[in-house]
């Protein structure tokens, strides 16, 4: 299946921020997370992106991929974004030390590669 425009981006996008994650969490613990509130603010806003990019990928693309757990990322997103008094340290830390490697490892091999620098795309 050839991945629309937008599509490419926002899995761009996904990527982008769920490599992030693992980046500001390595090398941590869940107890240097929760007393951290930098670390802790960084780490939600990079899921509230992927959940955000998630939602904004095609039906169709979605449908065509159930591999990736589409409805559970853009419920994260929510909760961050609408019910921050609502927020688990804990589960934010495991989404950030499981869930997200594990979504890293499903989009890769969906996500198509960058033109070289100075090459434009052939649409």
Same mark, same amino acid.
């Given at each position: 299946? #050839?991945? +629309?425009?937008?599509? =490419?981006?926002?899995?761009?996008?996904?990527? @982008?921020? *769920?490599?992030? $994650?693992?980046?500001? !969490? /390595?090398?941590?613990?869940?107890?240097?997370?929760?007393?951290?509130?930098?670390?802790? #603010? *960084?780490?939600?806003?990079?899921?509230?992106?992927?959940?955000? @990019?998630? /939602?904004?990928? #095609?039906?169709?693309?979605?449908?065509?991929? +159930?591999? %990736?757990?589409? =409805? +559970?990322?853009? @419920?994260?997103?929510?909760?961050?974004?609408?019910?921050?008094?609502? &927020?688990?340290?804990?589960? %934010?830390? =495991? !989404?950030?030390?499981?869930? !997200?490697?594990?979504? &890293? *490892?499903?989009?890769?091999?969906? $996500? +198509?590669?960058?033109?070289?620098?100075?090459?434009? #795309? *052939?649409?």
């Amino acid at each position: 299946m #050839s991945v +629309p425009k937008d599509d =490419r981006v926002y899995l761009w996008d996904m990527l @982008a921020a *769920a490599r992030a $994650v693992v980046d500001f !969490v /390595r090398g941590h613990t869940l107890a240097e997370y929760e007393a951290d509130l930098l670390l802790r #603010s *960084a780490v939600e806003r990079q899921i509230e992106i992927i959940g955000e @990019a998630a /939602r904004r990928i #095609s039906k169709e693309f979605q449908d065509a991929h +159930p591999e %990736i757990p589409w =409805r +559970p990322i853009q @419920a994260q997103r929510h909760v961050l974004a609408h019910d921050y008094g609502e &927020i688990k340290h804990d589960r %934010i830390w =495991r !989404v950030a030390e499981t869930h !997200v490697p594990e979504l &890293i *490892a499903l989009l890769e091999p969906l $996500v +198509p590669a960058l033109p070289a620098e100075g090459q434009e #795309s *052939a649409e």
